[in-house]
């Protein structure tokens, strides 16, 4: 099997699960490498159909980071309208999500939420996005991404 390395400080991967499917992560920095297949199948299983229904990429821009999977440079971008930035192998071979990308989502959904209580059409909309469902979208980016 191929040696994946770290995008951002070059060191090995080691085999990791996100949410049950296979993945590489940096023991250092903690990101995450998933492949283009892994990605597909945890968005079939935890993703909303809301979610799935934005484009995956836009606001592309190149990065310094290489791709682990072919070694070129990655192209980093928002995920499906989310303020969530992830690097992607120009070959689409992959997805790297570094740790503190985490972080910060979970800051802006924070804020999101709280902005959302204080208008009573957003609210709305807020319970309607979550009408059908057990789980808040935090939990489902959450979960997607297999953070705790
Ligand atoms: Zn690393
Ligand atoms: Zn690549």
């Given at each position: 099997m191929q040696q994946l390395t770290c995008p951002v400080d070059q060191l090995l991967l080691v085999d990791s699960k996100t949410s049950g499917e296979e993945s590489s992560e940096c023991t250092t920095c903690e990101g995450v490498w998933l492949t283009t297949h892994a990605l597909?199948?945890?968005?079939?299983?935890?993703?909303?159909?809301?979610m799935v229904k934005g484009q995956r990429q836009y606001g592309k821009q190149i990065v310094e980071h290489l791709c682990p999977h072919c070694g070129e440079a990655m192209i980093r971008f928002r995920y499906r309208g989310y303020n969530l930035e992830i690097e992607a192998c120009p070959a689409d071979a992959g997805f790297w999500l570094d740790k503190k990308e985490?972080?910060?989502?979970?800051?802006?959904?924070?804020?999101?939420?709280?902005?959302?209580?204080?208008?009573?059409?957003?609210?709305?909309?807020?319970?309607?996005?979550?009408?059908?469902?057990?789980?808040s979208l935090v939990q489902r980016v959450k979960q997607l991404f297999g953070f705790h």
């Open positions: 597909e199948s945890l968005e079939d299983n935890a993703a909303s159909d809301d985490d972080s910060e989502i979970r800051d802006v959904m924070k804020q999101r939420g709280s902005n959302l209580n204080r208008s009573a059409s957003a609210e709305k909309s807020w319970h309607r996005a979550r009408r059908g469902t057990k789980l």
